[in-house]
């Protein structure tokens, strides 16, 4: 592997990969003692390329999957009109329709009875064309999201938030994992980074990101430091990461000046500013300065959460094509 050694700042050791890095030749090496090309890593992570090259890979795995009988299913639940869930469910519809996935949409009104959602996941876990279920969150108030969520049979829990699940993960035996922390996860090992022995640190202790992506990095052998909002002297913490991953959920909150020179900062907060502005957890263009790479808002994990849902569900359906 050219390069691992030369690349001041890094933690990590670059795998090259055409659509996310860039190739150059060091003048002053190549003059001297090591005539060979150097691969660096682009600074900014780029969600977008990432998630087209897994996506690609997704739809072979769907072509070869037709092949045998078996077309990938996946159930969307939508309950009431949340502007932003609306977005993602149609965006989740399309995503599908392009890798050749079966998408079953069920938009159901705000008024429908938790007995009534639960009628429905039943028939869902029943029917055979379908290898995944998500049901969006967050649900109306009168539904008991637990309760729902367990309901989801865990050989079709496309969203892997059912506590068998979640069990699995933190025995580190993961069946299916969530989507956004496995995002995050896929990214890393795209840029090249080992995250054996490295200090990790996460900030937010949230279900769906902050929890399972710190199980996440530990199963990978790092040493995880995971923050909240009664976390003493966060800036401290913060300043000894290696690798940050932010998913608080509030704009830029995470100060450019508290990262580690040469830190890999992900960054999962997608904050509204103003009509049409979003920005991340981290104030971007000082961390920017200091990390070695870095992920954009828009652009960065963003792109990865449907693109590992895809991935989930074909992964259920060679299990389901495993069994005939
Ligand atoms: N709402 C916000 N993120 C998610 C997610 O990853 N899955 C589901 N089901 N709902 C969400």
Not at 57 to 71: R, S
Not at 180 to 185: E, L, N, Q, R, W
Request: glycine share 8%; with cysteine; aromatic share 4%.
């Amino acid at each position: 592997m050219p390069g691992s050694g030369m690349v001041s700042k890094t933690v990590f050791s670059p795998q090259p990969s055409p659509s996310h890095l860039y190739k150059t030749t060091l003048v002053a090496y190549s003059l001297s003692l090591i005539p060979e090309e150097v691969w660096f890593v682009d600074k900014i992570i780029d969600g977008k390329a990432i998630a087209a090259e897994i996506r690609e890979e997704i739809a072979a795995d769907v072509v070869a999957l037709k092949e045998q009988g078996v077309t990938p299913g996946l159930a969307v639940v939508l309950v009431g009109d949340d502007p932003a869930s609306r977005v993602y469910v149609t965006m989740k519809e399309k995503a599908c329709e392009k890798a050749g996935i079966f998408s079953d949409e069920h938009k159901l009104p705000a008024e429908t009875t938790e007995a009534q959602l639960l009628a429905l996941i039943d028939a869902l876990n029943r029917d055979p064309r379908i290898d995944g279920i998500l049901v969006q969150l967050p649900l109306p108030d009168h539904v008991d999201e637990s309760k729902v969520l367990e309901a989801i049979s865990p050989a079709k829990d496309a969203d892997g938030f059912h506590p068998y699940n979640v069990g699995r993960l933190v025995t580190g035996n993961p069946l299916y994992q969530p989507c956004t922390p496995f995002g995050v996860m896929k990214m890393l090992e795209h840029t090249g980074v080992d995250l054996t022995g490295k200090d990790v640190v996460v900030v937010g202790r949230s279900n769906i990101v902050g929890k399972p992506v710190a199980l996440m990095c530990l199963a990978q052998h790092a040493t995880v430091t995971l923050c909240h909002s009664r976390t003493r002297d966060l800036p401290a913490k913060v300043g000894q990461a290696d690798v940050l991953i932010a998913a608080v959920g509030r704009a830029e909150m995470i100060k450019g000046d508290w990262i580690k020179e040469g830190a890999v900062v992900i960054d999962v907060g997608v904050n509204r500013v103003g009509e049409k502005k979003l920005v991340g957890d981290v104030e971007f263009e000082p961390a920017k300065q200091r990390a070695s790479a870095i992920t954009p808002v828009p652009g960065g994990v963003g792109p990865m959460t449907i693109t590992m849902l895809l991935y989930n569900t074909v992964e259920g359906a060679k299990r389901r094509a495993a069994q005939q």
